[in-house]
């Protein structure tokens, strides 16, 4: 339970009226009067249950700690002075309540003693009239005095009842814990206390803390001046660490039982108070949230304006990372820091990067607030991380986004029977992809065969795996292992086949117009006509542009004169079939005739050609495997001794 009121309405003397705690205990406090701090008691209820309580400063300079003591609140006791009713403090505590999403309040008028009995029916009637369109309308008020006592058992049984409507936690979520003090204690070492805000945690155990990933050890826990052995999700507790120091402490640090994250852009609804201010479409605000504060940039997405008592959908901008989750609350205030502007919910932690506000970006955003804050499935917050990826994603790496584990997020599309997502379980890992997303990955990979055939309707062969990948930005390890899988599905569909390492539709073939055999017969004669001389790419390529050949087609017509042998290449150079033959005949009678084979001068001299065509020719025989150079002299081998016609 946390406090919340205007300042000097009492709520610290009321807790301690409640459980004989002063949470004042800083000398600032005492002088001045007011709470500056968090203040923390705990009071044991007529049931027989304890309950945690934190005090908060009511004073407008204080909204701050005022926040990070309201994060992980389950009920409010709202305290209102019944001499002063409700004041600027009172509304701004009262929007932060409704923002982080509180819907269990008491309303304690407080200093009942003060005034009679019809001024303090007027101060409930106020209160009713300030609560009658919120979620806390039905908050029971009753009066109490911190001095004389009156009414404090009476409060004492309506939060005894109030308790019993606040939900079960969730124990067996990820543990998570805010920090809020620390401090050390002779004989124990350091301490931290905080709200336990997810999950459960015992004694014994390692965790981790937060943002720089040290281990530290749950030497003891406390709960409520109480040694016990464990901590549960909606617990204030108190740990004693080993291997933590005070000075090692900084403000906004978590304690999880696992690595979480830093994040610098969220999504987020955002709904502002009544306050006479709006946002543009780019404002700089103050983010609060917990125990973190910073300045921060917010993109408004579905409004151009956001008003007074309006909601948007919002991208926002942190000016230093922070560990935060889905579904977290946060507050927003001015950049001077004295007006509360607003708050809301975030819907996504690592979202992408919105630039263009796109009809398509609005559905999607809309469908992740649905599935973040009003739906309890698991499935649907699979199905949208998948759809805002839009890509295949690994189940661990779900499991990483979402927070929840990978045998639940298996399970729960292994049940699905609208098929919407498709699971992959390869040796090395399980893959989700949307279902309409695969439909267009396969479209996409027939419809690249379809126009790499039409740019080479002289090539049998296809498009390579890793040129798929490539296109369709799947070259991470999961991409590509989903790939082979995709490829292997329109492969049995009967839509492709293999060739070589490569995959063409599976009723291609090619075909050659009379056109193209007589550009094919003219580049082959252009070849022929450098006889021992290499043929130069500048003066093909000059001659083929005017005849209107790009060069993408002549490096086509090429490759087809290599399939069907009339010309060899051989590191970027090539000859007509009609120069390569017959030489290599000529040496190979040479060389079956000299045990002992010979060099490249020997050759050039043989061949009558230049050192580089001669060059070309020995690369083009050793890699048929009919000759060798070990040294300098070039030998036949037992397959050139079998291809050597003797005239």
Same mark, same amino acid.
């Given at each position: ?423 992959? /379980?390869?040796?090395?890992? *399980?893959?989700?992809?949307?279902? +309409?997303?695969? =439909? $267009?990955?396969?479209?996409? &990979?027939?419809? #690249? ?116 042998? /009339?010309?060899?290449?051989? *590191?970027?150079?090539?000859?007509? +079939?009609?120069? =390569? $033959?017959?030489?290599?005949? &000529?040496?190979? #009678? ?58």
């Amino acid at each position: 339970m946390g406090t919340a009121g205007h300042v000097d309405h009492g709520k610290t003397a009321l807790i301690k009226a409640l459980t004989d705690i002063d949470c004042d205990t800083h000398k600032e406090e005492k002088e001045r009067g007011i709470t500056i701090n968090l203040g923390f008691s705990h009071l044991d209820l007529p049931s027989g249950e304890s309950i945690g309580i934190v005090d908060v400063p009511g004073h407008k300079d204080f909204i701050k700690t005022m926040v990070a003591g309201a994060f992980g609140i389950d009920i409010i006791l709202l305290v209102i002075a019944a001499d002063s009713g409700v004041m600027p403090q009172t509304i701004e505590h009262l929007n932060i309540i409704k923002m982080l999403g509180i819907k269990n309040a008491i309303v304690a008028l407080n200093k009942a003693d003060l005034v009679d009995e019809e001024t303090l029916e007027l101060a409930k009637e106020e209160v009713q009239e300030l609560l009658k369109n919120t979620g806390l309308k039905n908050a029971p008020i009753v009066g109490v005095s911190s001095i004389n006592k009156k009414g404090i058992n009476e409060l004492i049984q309506l939060i005894d009842k109030q308790i019993l409507n606040i939900p079960e936690k969730n124990k067996d979520d990820f543990f998570r814990m805010t920090i809020d003090r620390i401090f050390s204690a002779k004989g124990f070492g350091s301490i931290v206390t905080g709200s336990v805000l997810n999950g459960m945690i015992q004694s014994g155990k390692e965790v981790i803390l937060l943002p720089d990933f040290n281990k530290v050890k749950i030497r003891s826990i406390q709960r409520h001046g109480q040694s016990v052995e464990k901590a549960f999700s909606g617990d204030r507790a108190a740990l004693n660490l080993t291997g933590f120091k005070v000075d090692d402490f900084k403000r906004g640090m978590i304690l999880s039982d696992r690595k979480i994250d830093e994040t610098q852009m969220i999504d987020a609804t955002l709904s502002l108070f009544e306050n006479d201010i709006q946002l543009e479409l780019w404002t700089n605000v103050i983010f609060l949230t917990g125990t973190f504060e910073c300045l921060t940039k917010i993109h408004l997405l579905d409004k151009d304006v956001l008003n007074n008592n309006e909601t948007a959908i919002v991208q926002i901008l942190l000016e230093k990372p922070y560990i935060l989750l889905n579904k977290d609350k946060f507050i927003i205030r001015n950049t001077s820091n004295d007006i509360t502007l607003g708050g809301g919910t975030i819907i996504d932690v690592d979202p992408l990067h919105h630039k263009r506000r796109t009809p398509k970006l609005m559905k999607t955003l809309t469908e992740f607030v649905e599935a973040t804050l009003n739906s309890d499935k698991l499935f649907d917050l699979i199905k949208l991380e998948l759809k805002k990826e839009n890509k295949p994603l690994a189940v661990g790496e779900i499991s990483n986004k979402i927070k929840k584990p990978v045998d639940d997020i298996l399970k729960e599309c292994e049940n699905d029977d609208s098929n919407s997502i498709i699971i992959y /379980k390869s040796s090395d890992k *399980e893959i989700l992809i949307i279902n +309409s997303t695969e =439909v $267009d990955y396969y479209n996409k &990979i027939v419809e #690249i065969i379809k126009q790499w055939h039409e740019k080479n309707p002289l090539l049998e062969e296809g498009v390579d795996t890793m040129a798929f990948a490539g296109k369709l930005g799947l070259n991470s390890k999961t991409g590509k292992i989903y790939l082979e899988e995709l490829i292997k599905k329109i492969n049995n569909d009967g839509i492709i086949r293999k060739i070589g390492n490569t995959w063409a539709l599976k009723d291609y073939s090619v075909t050659i117009d009379s056109k193209m055999m007589e550009q094919l017969n003219w580049l082959e004669k252009i070849i022929l006509s450098y006889e021992m001389e290499l043929p130069l790419n500048s003066e093909i390529e000059s001659q083929a542009k005017a005849k209107n050949i790009s060069k993408d087609k002549l490096k086509m017509m090429l490759k087809y004169l290599t399939k069907t042998n /009339k010309l060899y290449f051989h *590191e970027g150079d090539y000859l007509h +079939s009609k120069i =390569v $033959d017959p030489c290599r005949n &000529i040496l190979l #009678i040479e060389l079956k005739k000299k045990e002992k084979g010979i060099n490249e001068k020997e050759l050039r001299l043989l061949l009558n050609c230049t050192k580089k065509v001669c060059q070309v020719l020995l690369g083009i025989y050793i890699n048929e495997g009919f000759v060798s150079k070990k040294t300098f002299y070039i030998h036949i081998t037992e397959k050139g001794k079998k291809k050597c016609k003797v005239k």
